[in-house]
């Protein structure tokens, strides 16, 4: 499992014009999946991602996580998380799950997520062509991939 998070100070994602999820201050998720992960990648990426210290604490520093600052989490499923360019200039999506495997385990992610966040958490429409919105807080982004929890 891949994701790349970024602090924001709002974030929304739109299908087809209508908004289907939107959060303020926060992080926005974008979250990708492959054929072999398994529910512990899941577990570990849910509460990595709500124990990060990435919100700052009363002396400026980033000392507090997403549930210590009240924020919310957007997430959006992105099977180009998993893109290769190593041949040509045409990315290959080879190491992305199939629809099939990727859309129940990103609805197992999300629910893992509101459970750890202990709030409900937005997403947009798995599989859709979707828009998303943001305004990036710093700018904080990270990548993270559960094969390499370092």
Do not use: C, H
Not at 35 to 55: H, I, N
Not at 133 to 150: F, K, Q, W, Y
């Amino acid at each position: 499992m891949r994701v790349v998070v970024q602090r924001v100070k709002s974030a929304a994602v739109s299908v087809d014009g209508a908004v289907t999820g939107e959060i303020g201050g926060g992080l926005l998720v974008l979250a990708g999946f492959e054929e072999g992960d398994t529910p512990a990648d899941l577990a570990w990426m849910a509460g990595k991602l709500v124990r990060l210290r990435l919100f700052a604490d009363a002396e400026g520093v980033m000392n507090r996580s997403v549930v210590e600052a009240g924020g919310e989490i957007l997430a959006v499923s992105q099977f180009t998380l998993y893109a290769s360019v190593k041949k040509g200039n045409r990315p290959s999506w080879g190491r992305a799950a199939r629809g099939d495997v990727s859309g129940p385990l990103f609805a197992a992610f999300v629910d893992q997520l509101a459970a750890a966040l202990g709030k409900p958490v937005p997403t947009g429409v798995f599989g859709a062509d979707m828009e998303v919105a943001l305004v990036n807080d710093g700018p904080v982004t990270l990548a993270i991939d559960s094969r390499l929890p370092e």
